[in-house]
């Protein structure tokens, strides 16, 4: 059975003792309030990481993600953080190719390849983002899009390999803007996915594959995504700045 996943993404938001008291708020709650057996990850600026680890670690009520990784392991890349590096803070998951970092930075699907490569030798887990722009939606080729991001960047996986990926669907066009696709956008795209995951992994795979929604999720709209048939959580941004909101999002199950 798949994993239930709700993963905050706080991008560059928070400073360290406001990182830490969000992380404490979301912890208490967690350990309180959870209803059900829904996996919990804050995804945090690299400078929480390791004093966010050590809040949560002593719980596992919570798991710790990295925003982002470099596909080099150590040398003269000034700036970039390693899959070492992240593995030591005692954080799990690491989150590649969002959208920002695409659209910002220039991440290519050949480089993305690289950095799954990477986490997954470190024994972390990755949550690979994907999803379509507004002109290629409005045009009709949102699942074509998609489709090729994957095989792009997943299709040189092994089948064990690609059973411990989590995948982010988020429509870019859904993303800071207010809009949000709607449960049936959302699973038919869901669906897509993980059909377009089994002619490569098999069914087996595809079926225990967890795939995350991804644009504009809040707590009054959570329930109805949720129970779309395809959709096993959801990667949460800006509600994932008030730990009450994202709790009423973990608990929208």
């Known amino acids: ?10 991008k560059m938001n928070n400073t360290l003792d406001e990182g830490l008291k969000l992380a404490s708020e979301v912890v208490n709650m967690v350990k309180d309030e959870r209803k059900g057996d829904v996996i919990v990850v804050l995804g945090t600026p690299f400078i ?23 596909q080099h392991e150590s040398g003269a890349y000034t700036g970039e953080v390693s899959v070492s590096m992240i593995q030591s803070t005692g954080a799990e998951f690491v989150i590649l190719g969002h959208s920002e ?20 030798s470190a024994g972390l887990t990755p949550i690979f983002c994907c999803g379509e722009p507004l002109d290629v939606r409005e045009a009709g080729n949102q699942e074509s899009f998609v489709c090729s991001q994957l095989t792009e960047s997943l299709f040189h996986l092994t089948k064990e390999q690609m059973a411990q990926v989590v995948i982010a669907y988020e429509p870019i066009w859904a993303i800071g803007t207010g809009k949000t696709a709607t449960s049936g956008q959302a699973q038919e795209m869901h669906k897509a996915i993980r059909k377009h995951l089994a002619t490569k992994f098999g ?19 959570a329930n109805e995504l949720f129970t779309q048939p395809d959709i096993d959580g959801g990667l949460i941004g800006g509600a994932s700045l008030n730990a009450r909101d994202f709790m009423g999002i973990i608990n929208a199950y």
Do not use: F
Request: positive net charge; contains cysteine.
């Open 101 to 120: 970092r695409r659209e910002y930075h220039g991440e290519t699907s050949e480089q993305l390849a690289e950095k799954l490569d990477k986490v997954l």
């Open 48 to 70: 929480h990481l390791s004093q966010v680890s050590k809040l949560v670690n002593s719980t596992k009520d919570v798991y710790v993600s990295a925003q982002d990784c470099s």
């Open 203 to 221: 069914d087996a795979i595809a079926t225990e594959t967890s795939i995350l929604y991804g644009g504009s999720c809040k707590p009054s709209n």
């Open 1 to 10: 059975m798949r994993k239930k996943i709700v993963a905050g993404n706080w």
